[in-house]
């Protein structure tokens, strides 16, 4: 079924037409959803800008728009506003219709798109013989919403998970390992790792000796030496051990399958530099080969450089990203791909991705999409760091939102189950890390603030949960089988009821948004919206108290509501629960 504003536009396109002229027939009629209820329920804005076009008073545009506009089944009425605005009020049958044919609809009015593509989706990516740490947490759960969405859209998605498995700091660490008779049976954990990591770095800026054996053991790893080999093999099974305990705790759609790490690229790196020096884009710069990005320059205005492969014929990060991209274009054959990669790297992504344009390696029928993030800080607005200044370890949050969790539904429900308290708990701590993370503008950096993501009230995962519950809960109440109820239609009669589901017809239009825009924080928003729409209507609007069609009409509201709320969370990667 057509979205309510597609059918607008349509209607609105046609008056234009009839009224100007089939030249006018493709323009933006600019709907938006009304500010003022008093006003109807939707604006369309094109009067200003084709009031341009013609050279007439955009008040004179909209009238004779108006005078032509069809409408017939779909509009109750239409006035005009300010300078020129198209105030339009849904015909309330209208309404009712598609909320009904919403609930019925088994994917919830998410319009699909008309050209589905096969999407890559670059996120997550942590560091083989790291531990992961709080800068993961939110290209993990930016990454994994969106991947959600562009799948509800219709989209392919091929999930990448770009571990950082390869490069030269591994040379020290094996190195070091070995030195200490490290067993690659037996490997170590995420723990020990990260402490040997940091003592062999130290070891390595202090002690020229084991320096030279460290850059000695990166040519044996770069040469396939099986010892080598052996330990790194044990390092990167390792941590893919670890970062899977990690994602399934989080919920997180990634796998062993969709881990394609650096090292995936490293026989293919030669051949990038060849490719670019075949093509006459490589330069010499104090030794190094390097491309000139167009547009790239230093603080002096010179040139910026991209350095591809370093003096001793190492390679670097960036020949690892062009590779990347060559294999996820020809050989993925994405249409589109998308990094989920912190702002401190933004400028890397930049100078990649117009090298590939620049090489004529991407096309520009080809998209690639930088979704970037701020960082997340603590409560003096600093890097979130411990108490001891070190980096905040993922694993830690995850308990600590778990244990918070289950704090606050002891004491809000002591009478639950336990094993249904723990799941719970689980729960509402897992969706209010990923929530707090996703309901600011990503780009923004936020404040890492227990309390507030935790609290009932507000735009947060538990006000969001709750609300879900609560309609569960009337359901329970009212003895009725929530999945079994069909009801027979809803009705759109009181103020609140028609906001209440003028909100959820909203709902096709925000996921494809989501998945043109790339944020998040348009789902919650209008999540945040519904909830408190809902209570608005429920307020208003007795539901198991009122009786015959009634009834059943307000309560198949309730359960388009609280679908459209699992649904939406779902796509943020957040698991309602019935009761809280
Ligand atoms: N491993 C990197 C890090 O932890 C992120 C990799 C992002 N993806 C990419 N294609 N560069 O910072």
Redesign the pocket.
Known sequence: MQDLSTLLEDRLRSATAAAFGNEHAAVDPLIRPAGNPRFGDFQANLAMALGKVLGQPPRQVAEAIVGKLDRAGLLSDVSLGGPGFINLAIDPAVLAHHAGAMLADGDGGVPQADKPQTVVV?YS???VAKEMHV??LR?TVIGDALVRTLEAVGHTVIRQN???DWGTQFGMLIQSLLDQGFDPEAGASAGELTTLYKAAKQRFDDDPAFNAQARERVVKLQAGDAETLAVWRSLVAQSNTYFETIYGRMGVKLGRADVRG?SFYNERLAAVVDRLEQGGHLQESQGARVVFPQGFNDRDGAPLPMIVQKSDGGYL?AT??LA?AVFRVDELKAGRVI?V??LP?RQ??QMFSTTLRQCGWVNDAVRLDYVGFGSVLGPDKKMFKTRSGETVRLVDLLDEAEKRAAGAIAEKNPDLPADEAAAVAKAVGMGSLKYADLSGDRVKDYVFDWDRMLALDGNTAPYLLYSYARIRSIFRKGEIDFDGFMGDGIAVEEPAERGLVLQLLQFGATVASVAESLEPHRLCNYLYELATRYHRFFEACPVLKSEGEQRDARLALCKLTALTLERGLGLLGIDVVERM
């Open positions: 670059d990516s942590p560091n800068g993961h290209s770009h571990l950082g650096e990060y690892t990203d990347a990094y990669i912190g790297q890397h992504f």
